[in-house]
């Protein structure tokens, strides 16, 4: 798993350093960020990506709507994204699988849980 090229998109300076550091403690080492889903778009029309996490309150272009955004791209249709939010609300989560993500972990969580979440859907593709 530790070739995935993954890009994560939170607007949270310091979630975005818990994501970076749980990413690195299991394994990964070509990860890119983006602060929203904007920044996020404009970063995958300059290369490629094994999987997005996105969080889904963010300003500019939410979670969701990158999602949906992300999804209507042909190159993207079944690129893996996970929603990493606080948002843990039974509609959320079956919002957030209608709108086409892979897997859903509410904040906080452990490096364990993301690495068991990603391979999952790694296992899936």
């Known amino acids: 798993m530790e070739e995935k090229r993954i890009l994560y998109v939170d607007d949270s300076p310091t979630m975005r350093r818990i994501i970076h550091n749980s990413l690195q403690k299991i394994g990964m080492s070509q990860i890119m960020e983006a602060e929203n889903g904007v920044d996020a778009l404009e970063i995958l029309q300059k290369q490629d990506f094994d999987m997005m996490m996105t969080d889904w309150n ?6 969701k709507e990158l999602v949906e955004h992300v999804r209507s791209i042909d190159k993207y249709k079944k690129m893996p994204i996970l929603m990493v939010t606080t948002r843990g609300m039974e509609e959320d989560v079956v919002t957030a699988i209608k709108l086409g993500v892979n897997g859903y972990i509410v904040k906080p969580f452990t490096p364990e849980t993301l690495e068991k979440k990603m391979a999952e859907i790694f296992s899936q593709q």
Request: glycine content about 16%; aromatic content about 0%; proline content about 17%.
């Open 58 to 63: 963010m300003p500019e272009m939410n979670g």
